[in-house]
């Protein structure tokens, strides 16, 4: 296949007569500027696609003294919850002009996030996200203070930092009245790693929801995240005293429970 010359390749006033707005609004839109009407944004984006439109990212980069790269810590990439967090980061800053460099933590060095920090830094990026931290990852990344925007998810609030999250505390609740609508009163809770922000916070909300409906309040099996994990916990109990269900911390571990 022929490489299209310099001359040859679109530019950003076709991909602006295409989608029938200025290139002033094109670029807007590559930039990711938020006060852009949506359909206005599909259709400059149509138009992007229709014409193979790649943005000149070296110049774009000297304009702006950006370098339009996100970096991203993930505490692990083979779990699913932060697997999916990291695919749809890389999806969001493609169609923004944006590339993203990331780092899977090692699970045994609490400092490690303070070190792949600076491994990004180094590369220079224009932003962080920190995706489903443990506490210890929360706090390096507290001593570093990066002089940067941070967008941490995590289920706390807090005031300091930009943050998105799942509503952990609907997600149980819902699944206890569930389990309660089906005539459940003992219900037990195997949980994810309590160092995991995600897993303490689905903890709380179990036994805040468990308590309104007057179930009796049981110990936490506290485990992974792992398929294994619910395996090894199922073929060791002999049979499940008092409890009717279990409430399980991820599909994973309910998996293992359900074939062990």
């Excluded at 296949?1 to 040859?8: L, N």
């Excluded at 800053?93 to 303070?114: C, F, K």
């Amino acid at each position: 296949m022929a490489t299209r010359s310099a001359s040859e390749r679109p530019n950003i006033r076709q991909v602006a007569e295409i989608a029938g707005v200025s290139h002033m609004t094109v670029s807007r839109v590559l930039n990711g500027h938020t006060n852009i009407k949506e359909s206005t944004r599909e259709k400059v984006l149509v138009a992007v696609d229709e014409l193979g439109y790649r943005p000149n990212i070296a110049a774009r980069a000297l304009a702006t003294q950006k370098t339009l790269r996100i970096g991203a810590i993930v505490e692990t990439e083979t779990e699913f919850g932060p697997a999916s967090a990291l695919r749809a980061i890389h999806r969001a800053a493609r169609q923004r002009g944006y590339s993203v460099s990331s780092i899977a933590l090692d699970e045994d060095d609490s400092t490690n996030a303070g070190r792949a920090f600076e491994q990004l830094a180094g590369l220079g990026i224009d932003a962080l996200c920190l995706v489903t931290p443990r506490s210890a990852s929360l706090a390096a990344l507290r001593a570093i203070s990066p002089d940067m925007p941070v967008l941490v998810v995590k289920p706390e609030r807090e005031a300091e930092l930009l943050r998105v999250c799942v509503d952990q505390q609907l997600g149980v609740t819902m699944a206890v009245d569930h389990l309660a609508a089906l005539g459940h009163r003992d219900i037990l809770h195997v949980s994810g790693p309590m160092d995991w922000l995600d897993a303490r916070a689905r903890e709380r909300a179990f036994r805040a929801r468990t308590r309104s409906w007057g179930m009796p309040e049981r110990p936490i099996v506290a485990g992974d995240w792992s398929a294994d994990f619910g395996y090894d916990f199922a073929v060791g109990l002999q049979r499940l005293p008092d409890y009717t269900a279990i409430f399980a911390a991820n599909d994973q571990v309910a998996l293992g429970i359900v074939h062990g």
